[in-house]
Nanobody, 120 residues
């Protein structure tokens, strides 16, 4: 089971740190990803990381502002979000899957979402 936390309300330019904790399973060597979905829009890729933490990928819209990291000892994956913009407002989901894909349907395991709201 994956559980995301850390969302909230922040002003534009501010920062938030999301955390995804795995319980009941380690998800082995699976990639871990973050996705987001704004009201009325599709679920979009945000970032992913391999199990060693040596490979990361980001959506162009968040490059240079967001950083994904993982701590396998704690079974957590974090998403540090800096310089937040109103367009980052969405429900953020963490996921685990066997491939480094930007497509949500390639991820077999999902956590519940956490709301991030960025005010202008």
């Amino acid at each position: 089971q994956l559980q995301a936390s850390g969302g909230g309300l922040v002003q534009a330019g501010g920062s938030l740190r999301l955390s995804c904790t795995a319980s009941g399973a380690t998800y082995g060597t699976y990639y871990r990803g973050w996705f987001r979905q704004a009201p009325g829009k599709d679920c979009d890729f945000v970032a992913l990381i391999n199990w060693r933490g040596t490979y990361t990928a980001y959506a162009d819209s968040v490059k240079g502002r967001f950083t994904i990291s993982r701590d396998n000892a704690k079974n957590t994956v974090d998403l540090q979000m800096n310089s937040l913009k109103p367009e980052d407002t969405a429900v953020y989901y963490c996921a685990a899957g066997p491939n480094p894909s930007v497509q949500p349907n390639q991820y077999a395991y999902w956590g519940q979402g956490t709301q991030v709201t960025v005010s202008s």
